[in-house]
C-alpha cells in the first residue's frame, strides 16, 4: 500500500488554524467593544496590529523547514549511556 503523503512535511494543521481562529475571535470581541464603545477606539486599533503581526510570526514559525543543521538540541536520545 502506499504510503499517504502529508502536506508541509507531515505537519499538522490544528495548531495553525487554532491560532488564526483564536485570534479571530479575539479580533471580533475587539471590534464589539469598539462598536459599543466608540471611545476606546484610539486604544483597541494598536491591538489589531499586534494581533496581526502575532500571527504573522506564528504562522512564519509554522511555515518555515528545519534542517539538520538548524535544530537547537542534539539529540535527546542520548545513545551512549543505552549502548556503552
Known amino acids: 500500500m502506499a504510503k499517504s503523503t502529508q502536506p508541509f512535511f507531515r505537519r499538522r494543521f490544528a495548531p495553525l488554524i487554532a491560532a488564526w481562529v483564536l485570534a479571530l475571535i479575539i479580533a471580533a470581541i475587539l471590534y464589539w467593544i469598539e462598536r459599543s464603545m466608540p471611545a476606546f477606539h484610539d486604544v483597541i486599533a494598536p491591538l489589531y496590529w499586534i494581533i ?5 510570526l506564528a504562522t512564519w514559525r509554522w511555515i518555515r523547514t528545519r534542517g539538520k543543521g538548524d535544530r ?12 556503552p
Open 52 to 56: 496581526g503581526a502575532f500571527m504573522i
Open 72 to 83: 537547537r538540541q542534539n539529540d535527546r536520545r542520548l545513545r551512549d549511556r543505552r549502548h
